[in-house]
């Protein structure tokens, strides 16, 4: 899991993530790639704006990880 240095705060969900992350070169959104990842993990979309700040962190780790094992 990564560490909380790359954890996003909700208001950041609708920034672009090369805005939130220097070096990334994709315009796309924290909240679009969570979109992206449930749907290709065949997962429920999850409500992101109810969790808590560590926990929605920890539920887009765990989508990265499971990516990671899968592709």
Known sequence: ???KSTWV???QLDTPLC???????TDGTVRMWVLIA???LGLKKADL???E???MNKY??????ELQRVL
């Open 53 to 55: 700040h560590a926990e």
């Open 38 to 40: 449930e749907s290709f």
């Open 60 to 65: 887009i780790d765990s989508l990265d990880e």
């Open 9 to 11: 705060t909700i208001e």
């Open 19 to 25: 805005d939130v992350f220097p070096g990334t070169k």
């Open 1 to 3: 899991m990564s560490d």
């Open 49 to 51: 704006e109810s969790m």
